[in-house]
């Protein structure tokens, strides 16, 4: 904002135009995205995560499968988790470059999220359930007890992840609509007249 001062003792406010753009646009962002509750997919994202993670510790007791091996519940688990931060800090401090972060976290997680679930599937279709063998005291053997376990903590796993993949799916999709609805002021570097705003004197007479 600039002031000038004409022979008349006329003063001229003059405004900044990008400035007022910039203001309006952060104004409009917050609005919108609190709208839409990132806060609440958030949250969601990270007790998913942390479900995810603390579900996983019984597989490394049974029989150790692909999902074990590759380390799948924990990669995918940190994902939730990273994504659900940004997205409550989002919430908290609207601009468009935290827009942007949430928004490709999203992306990554939705990617990683369907790629868990493939392998999830590919896992329990591999190992299936061992058959009862009944011992002495008329009660099966520990190993199927241990397959039984290891299903249906996999199957828990893979409800939990295809649930992250459905949330993380929804958040980018609103955000990118937010982006792309804000995208007319990216070219706020580029010149514009700024408006004078005329204030006449006090007549003295």
């Keep these: 904002m600039a002031v000038e001062v004409s022979r008349d003792l006329t003063v001229q406010v003059l405004q900044d135009v990008n400035a007022a753009k910039l203001i309006d646009r952060q104004q409009a962002v917050r609005a919108a995205v609190r709208r839409g509750e990132p806060k609440c997919l958030g949250v969601s994202q990270v007790m998913l995560g942390l479900m995810v993670m603390s579900y996983s510790i019984p ?8 999902v074990v091996h590759l380390g799948v519940p924990w990669w995918s688990g940190l994902t939730f988790i990273a994504a659900g931060v940004v997205a409550i800090v989002l919430d908290k401090h609207s601009s468009m470059k935290i827009l942007q972060v949430c928004l490709l976290a999203s992306f990554v997680s939705t990617v990683l999220s369907v790629v868990a679930v493939i392998i999830y599937s590919v896992d329990i279709d591999r190992n299936p359930e061992v058959l009862c063998v ?5 009660s099966c053997n520990e190993k199927q007890y241990a397959t039984r376990l290891s299903r249906g903590i996999k199957s828990a796993l893979l409800v939990f992840t295809l649930a992250q993949t459905a949330i993380s799916a929804v958040l980018g999709f609103l955000l990118l609509r937010h982006r792309c609805g804000f995208g007319q002021y990216a070219s706020l570097r580029e010149a514009a007249p700024t408006t004078p705003t005329s204030l006449n004197p006090p007549d003295l007479n």
Excluded: A, R
């Design 59 to 66: 597989l490394h007791f049974t029989e150790v499968t692909e």
């Design 134 to 138: 009944e011992t002495q005291d008329e």
